[in-house]
């Protein structure tokens, strides 16, 4: 009787991490210029747009679902959108984010010189 409602609490507040992790990648991606993304080689923002707002949408049914059925937090596709946003935030953000920056040619891995 204790155990299902915990295992509920538990999995919300993994979809609503997740729901987190996916709109604040849907949202750097946007608010990015699309010739940043092609100037570090990542794709298009297209690409990475529909990849991140896929995942957001997947995470909304996922939050909604509230950890059961199809689209429950530990399924296939729930797994897939986190995947997705978390490749966007942990590689593309980084080099986008530089790009658009204008980056300094006398910079080094420590700062600059």
Excluded at 8 to 20: E, H, Y
Excluded at 50 to 66: E, K, N, P, R
Excluded at 83 to 97: E, F, H, I, N, T
Aim: net charge positive.
């Amino acid at each position: 009787m204790i155990i299902r409602p915990v295992e509920q609490a538990v999995f919300f507040t993994l979809a609503l991490v997740a729901l987190g992790l996916e709109l604040w990648a849907l949202v750097d991606c946007a608010r990015h210029r699309a010739n940043a993304f092609e100037a570090t080689g990542k794709r298009t923002k297209g690409f990475w747009l529909a990849l991140t707002g896929g995942a957001a949408l997947v995470g909304v049914f996922s939050f909604l679902g509230g950890g059961g059925g199809f689209f429950s937090t530990l399924g296939l596709f729930g797994l897939a959108a986190v995947v997705a946003a978390s490749v966007y935030l942990a590689d593309v953000r980084p080099a986008v984010k530089d790009a658009g920056r204008g980056g300094s040619r006398n910079t080094g891995p420590y700062g600059p010189w």
